[in-house]
T-cell receptor, first 112, second 115 residues
Framework: GNSVTQMEGPVTLSEEAFLTINCTYTATGYPSLFWYVQYPGEGLQLLLKATKADDKGSNKGFEATYRKETTSFHLEKGSVQVSDSAVYFCALSGNNFNKFYFGSGTKLNVKP | SAVISQKPSRDICQRGTSLTIQCQVDSQVTMMFWYRQQPGQSLTLIATANQGSEATYESGFVIDKFPISRPNLTFSTLTVSNMSPEDSSIYLC????????????FGPGTRLTVT
């Protein structure tokens, strides 16, 4: 079946530090992969996506590369800001595109 | 991308009562979904709201507890019936749009506390 595993949080970093949030997946077929961000008190926002192996999704300084050989889609940012403090969810959609599978979420705290 | 609004944004309800949550989309969409997010947890899909027919529920969720309406392509409601404290969660409406591939967009959520 389809599933997503994320590193547990919370992750606490100082401003301008490098961020990596690990995400691995299990899927049948060729899934599409997503990162969503949830700021305090808000719904989820699509951050970036990738549809096939070796695709790199990027947005707002965040990047993630679809690695089929390691079934991973790790989220990275070179220099985090306090405003990046949020919960980050990795997700996949399988061959049945209307069904999404979400990871458990990783809370990021960035301190000034 | 679709813009989604939900009402109410939050509510505090008494045990045994019911609450209806509304989801309004600014464009016609085929697929609408309802999720539950318990405190500090990930999202759990409750059901797919189908326009003009009964919702499709995921394992562990039943129509008597979570009746859903979808009268048209821009609106849906989720009712949480006979509430207990275990129903305290954030309830999220989402829609799927095809932008090459399907993407899901979420409403701001309804934060429900049951006392």
């Amino acid at each position: 079946g389809n599933s997503v595993t994320q590193m547990e949080g919370p992750v606490t970093l100082s401003e301008e530090a490098f961020l990596t949030i690990n995400c691995t997946y299990t899927a049948t077929g060729y899934p599409s992969l997503f990162w969503y961000v949830q700021y305090p008190g808000e719904g989820l926002q699509l951050l970036l996506k990738a549809t096939k192996a070796d695709d790199k999704g990027s947005n707002k300084g965040f990047e993630a590369t679809y690695r089929k050989e390691t079934t991973s889609f790790h989220l990275e940012k070179g220099s985090v800001q306090v405003s990046d403090s949020a919960v980050y969810f990795c997700a996949l959609s399988g061959n049945n595109f209307n069904k999404f599978y979400f990871g458990s979420g990783t809370k990021l705290n960035v301190k000034p | 991308s679709a813009v989604i609004s939900q009402k109410p944004s939050r509510d505090i309800c008494q045990r045994g009562t019911s609450l209806t949550i509304q989801c309004q989309v600014d464009s016609q969409v085929t697929m609408m979904f309802w999720y539950r997010q318990q405190p500090g947890q990930s999202l759990t899909l409750i059901a797919t709201a189908n326009q003009g027919s009964e919702a499709t529920y995921e394992s562990g969720f039943v129509i008597d507890k979570f009746p859903i309406s979808r009268p048209n392509l821009t609106f849906s409601t989720l009712t949480v019936s006979n509430m207990s404290p275990e129903d305290s969660s954030i309830y999220l409406c989402s829609v799927a749009e095809r932008q090459g591939l399907y993407e899901q967009y979420f409403g701001p959520g309804t934060r429900l506390t049951v006392t």
